[in-house]
């Protein structure tokens, strides 16, 4: 039994179709292929979590960072009010640990000059001036943000926002900013892109422009890994062993590192995840030998099942068929 995506799950499918299937690739080359309305915009919550962690690594430190947030999976939900043995969200990506992760994010600066900030990060990532801000989405999610609020209140109880948080005016500051976040919106294709930059080590696949670190592509892409798809984090490194972050709406983007990036979109859901989109990145990882541990198909030598991966994937680009 599938179910429709609800509350903060909406936001990218109300009013549309929902048997709505959308594919976007984009390789470390800059090929491209896509299936469905590829400009189609959407709003990107965990995806944006995602983001927000390698800015926080990249102006903090890794070190800084783990202060703050644990690395480990929680196996509950996203939304679980819970921290771990040590008194910390358990991973950056899970609701509690997203919300730390934002308030690293240059908290010198005044809101507007952060979020104009961040949306020139996205630009980088993007190579495009598609990035744009989901007002209506931001307040849909602000209005029925209760778990969130309660959340927040947990790790100022708990001692975990870093100090430049102190009153309730700067725990409702660092919620409203954080929920602009998972607001920012940019196109399927952009999307792709995105993905492209953090298989490349954070280099964008079309400007050539380092966007983040090699350390800090190789930190994130490991919460993905283990982290990335919630409490289904296990099932997914099993069966499709590549990083990725999945969002309540049915979009998944997966990483394959030094290949590319791909992202599907399909809201028809169980238990939280794309139906479909589950089902094409399985067949997807089998058909090509993506699993980051399938050495039963690598050749002996060096090096050779990534070229011909690669070489499988531009000749999917340029011919308009996944099945090449």
Known sequence: ETTKASSFAKLN?????????????????????????????????????VINLAQAIELNG????QKHVGKNPSGEDADAMSLNQDGLPHNPICTAG?????????????????????????????ATRNVDFNNYGYLTILRDADVHQA??????SAGVF?????????????????LQTLSVSTTMTDVAVIGATLANSGRNPFTGKRVFSPG????????LFSCGVGASSGDWAYKVGLPSVTCPDGLILTIIPGLGGVVVFSPRLKNGLSVRGIEFLERLSEARS??????????????????????????????GSIDS
């Open 216 to 223: 800090t592509v190789q930190a994130v892409l490991s919460q």
């Open 13 to 49: 499918v109300m009013g549309e179709d929902k048997d709505e299937f959308i594919v976007a690739l984009c390789t470390i080359h800059g090929q491209f292929w896509g299936q469905g309305d590829v400009n189609k915009y959407m709003t990107l919550s965990n995806v944006a979590k």
């Open 98 to 126: 997203a919300l730390v992760v934002t308030t690293l994010l240059r908290a010198e600066m005044s809101a507007a000059a952060r979020f104009d900030a961040l949306v020139k990060t996205w630009s980088s990532l993007t």
């Open 162 to 178: 870093p100090d430049h948080v102190q009153t309730a005016d700067d725990v409702q500051r660092a919620l409203e900013f954080f």
């Open 62 to 65: 890794q070190d800084y960072v």
């Open 290 to 319: 993506l699993h980051v541990f399938d050495t039963t198909k690598q050749s002996s030598r060096k090096g050779e099942r990534t070229y011909e991966t690669e070489a499988l994937m531009t000749y999917a680009a340029a011919t």
């Open 151 to 156: 959340i927040s209140w947990l790790l100022q």
